[in-house]
């Protein structure tokens, strides 16, 4: 959040931005016994769900706030009534690692801790005088 409101959102030298997600994801007692993963992460991942364009100058600070809000209070569970899971509200994380990865329930059940590194892109143009 506060990267986004730190942005200044008319700048003509920054013509366009991206901000990226990348997640580790860590269980350390189901794969202790694995010596290659002690430390290491089991899944790494870039969900394409979690990012943010600038898309063009006319984004404003409003549109940010309702993109901001609408990754914390929409509802992302599809499950179908009768499902063990329909009366639980899935947040846009928990459905992105249950629908679009390989991960099984008892992957995301055994995360005991997760790593997100922020990466920002940021495009420019500036004029080059090439006449010198």
Known sequence: ?????KMELHDHFIIDYEIEFRLSLFSKGKYSEIEDLDGNPFFNYEPLLLCFHKRNENCTQQDIDDYKDSLKS????????GHPLHSQHHHLLLHDLEDHTILA???I??????WFEVVLNVQNISDVNLSA
Do not use: A, G, R, V
């Open 74 to 81: 929409t509802n992302y569970n599809d499950h179908p009534i």
């Open 105 to 107: 329930w008892q992957d």
């Open 109 to 114: 059940n055994d995360i005991d801790e997760i």
């Open 1 to 5: 959040e506060e990267l986004i409101s």
